[in-house]
């Protein structure tokens, strides 16, 4: 098993910028691939970005390409997400997630951290 716990979110006015972070525990080395989501009230939950546990590859939904950058730190067991020139359309519950070695799905989810971009 693996815990992910997201931290950082709050309120930012518009073209302003947050980093959250999402600690991983338990089962760490069996990760394979870290990603972000984000689910907006009344919406479906939305792909943000992922990162390769090992190799660090990233990949971004158009939405955020350019504006969000995904980083990790291994020796931390951490995963963070930058987000700079934020938009009110970035208002979101943020959620990190896990898929682990084996598995081609995310399996693992934390509790989401809230991000409120004002105009």
């Known amino acids: 098993q693996v815990q992910l716990v997201e931290s950082g979110g709050g309120l930012v006015q518009a073209g302003g910028s947050l980093r959250l972070s999402c600690a991983a525990s338990?089962?760490?080395?069996?990760?394979?691939?870290m990603g972000w989501f984000r689910q907006a009230p009344g919406k479906e939950r939305e792909f943000v970005g992922r990162?390769?546990?090992?190799?660090?590859?990233?990949v971004y939904a158009n939405s955020v390409k350019g504006r969000f950058t995904i980083s990790r730190d291994n020796a931390k067991n951490t995963v963070y997400l930058q987000m700079t020139t934020l938009k009110p359309e970035d208002t979101a519950a943020y959620y990190c997630?896990?898929?682990?070695?084996?598995?081609?799905?995310?399996?693992?989810w934390g509790q989401g951290t809230q991000v409120t971009v004002s105009s």
């Open positions: 990162i390769g546990w090992s190799n660090a590859v990233t």
């Open positions: 997630a896990a898929v682990p070695r084996g598995s081609g799905t995310f399996e693992y």
């Open positions: 338990g089962r760490t080395f069996n990760i394979n691939i």
